[in-house]
């Protein structure tokens, strides 16, 4: 915890970190807001329906990441990465005036258009952010720096969505607030990105290639040609299927299963997030300082545990009918809810636990000449995964009518299967695999 703190009064990690947190503070300031706008009707809607519109927006973030993803991580190694980050913040600006202009038009295709261009903004910002850590961090901080990180993403996702509910719910159907909102967040990434230290560039000679699906193909290429990278990126990758098979499934969960309101869901979201973020500081001081593997087996038992734990709290809530319960008749309901809460608590430390240690290896053992594309291929492999998840999801509840508690089962079962393989091939690649290679 002391080099946690000491890392976040450093020059070379605290502007990074900052613009980290604004920048996913943020995408979910906007897409809370604009859920919340399409689903009460506070702008035209087209004749689409309210499910189909927010399916679709949710495709339009992610879309980016199939598409630009591989240009992204090669941008990251050819230029100076500093000035690179500022100026996506500046058009962070610009994406976010495109969005007020949405929000104070009315326009739906205004506000799809920003959401779009937030995923894409997202995107280039992905290499940047986790190619620069291993070079302003010491080999022993890297778990330190990814624990921060994905503890400050945890909290920057909690706090953006309660503050896009919040700024929404209370300005009555002024969306000149949330226009306000969003603008100054991206301001204030701006700000912290003029601090950011400049960086020394890794691949100058690097011709840029412009075809996105070619790059993409040669991006994952790459990657799979270094055994150990490539199964570490599917261990992420899995990580995101997995967590968005949970998360995407709460609010179904609140609603039939918990009997309760909207309130319920973001209660349960802040536990998890909390989650996460407790989980992935105590990953550094129970693991130690040094790159290593040790907590992401105990993350792997705990991401199928508590997953059968969640299920099998669900089975014991008491029927209801009529009126969905609030936060109070939840927490005055019986034990039966507070298990439901601990165990979605359980399963995000579990995902800090097994995650963290992920991140800081594929940047210590990724070629240093090669590694904004190595986060480029993560990411694309995490959109692969997300998409799945959500194919498997349907499949599941909607075709084949199989309760959520299957689900949950089912999905901690084959977190087991996999996690066992990605261990069982993980641990002899490390044993022969060297820190911070050069090229």
């Not at 995923?119 to 910002?125: D, I, M, P």
Request: glycine share 8%; proline share 3%; net charge positive.
């Amino acid at each position: 915890m002391k080099n946690s703190e000491h890392l976040l009064g450093t020059r070379r990690f605290l502007p990074m970190f900052l613009t980290q947190f604004f920048g996913a503070l943020n995408d979910n300031v906007y897409k809370q807001a604009l859920l919340l706008v399409i689903t009460y009707g506070w702008i035209q809607q087209q004749t689409a329906s309210i499910s189909t519109l927010n399916n679709f927006a949710a495709l339009l973030f992610i879309l980016p990441y199939f598409i630009f993803s591989a240009t992204a991580g090669q941008l990251a190694d050819k230029y100076e990465r500093s000035q690179l980050v500022r100026m996506l913040k500046i058009a962070e600006i610009v994406i976010m005036l495109i969005g007020a202009a949405g929000f104070l038009l009315g326009n739906l295709w205004l506000l799809l258009l920003a959401l779009f261009l937030m995923g894409t903004h997202s995107t280039f910002f992905g290499p940047i952010k986790y190619a620069i850590l291993p070079e302003i961090l010491k080999p022993n901080e890297l778990m330190s720096g990814n624990a921060l990180f994905q503890s400050g993403t945890s909290m920057a996702i909690l706090i953006g969505m309660i503050l896009g509910g919040a700024v929404i719910s209370g300005s009555d159907g002024n969306l000149l607030w949330i226009s306000v909102t969003v603008l100054t967040i991206a301001a204030l990434g701006y700000l912290s990105s003029t601090f950011i230290l400049k960086q020394q560039v890794t691949a100058a000679d690097l011709t840029v290639d412009w075809n996105f699906f070619r790059t993409s193909f040669q991006t994952l290429k790459h990657a799979k040609s270094l055994p150990l990278i490539f199964t570490i990126l599917l261990g992420n990758s899995w990580y995101w299927f997995y967590g968005a098979t949970y998360l995407t499934q709460i609010p179904q969960l609140t609603q039939q299963n918990l009997h309760a309101s909207e309130n319920v869901v973001s209660l349960l979201l802040t536990f998890f997030s909390v989650g996460i973020g407790v989980g992935s500081l105590l990953c550094r001081k129970l693991g130690g300082t040094e790159v290593n593997i040790k907590m992401v087996p105990i993350g792997a038992i705990g991401l199928t545990l508590f997953a059968f734990y969640l299920a099998g709290s669900l089975a014991f809530v008491p029927e209801q009918s009529g009126k969905l319960l609030g936060l109070y008749e939840v927490f005055h309901g019986g034990w039966s809810y507070y298990h439901v809460m601990l165990a979605v608590t359980l399963l995000g430390i579990s995902g800090g636990f097994y995650i963290v240690p992920l991140y800081a290896m594929m940047q210590a053992f990724s070629p240093r000449s090669h590694r904004a594309r190595i986060v480029a291929a993560n990411n694309i492999l995490n959109a692969v995964f997300m998409v799945s998840s959500a194919i498997f999801s349907i499949i599941i509840l909607s075709i084949l009518k199989i309760d959520i508690k299957i689900l949950f089962s089912i999905t901690a079962v084959l977190s087991a299967i996999f996690s066992f393989w990605l261990l069982r091939r993980l641990k002899p690649m490390l044993n022969t695999a060297q820190v911070l290679p050069e090229d």
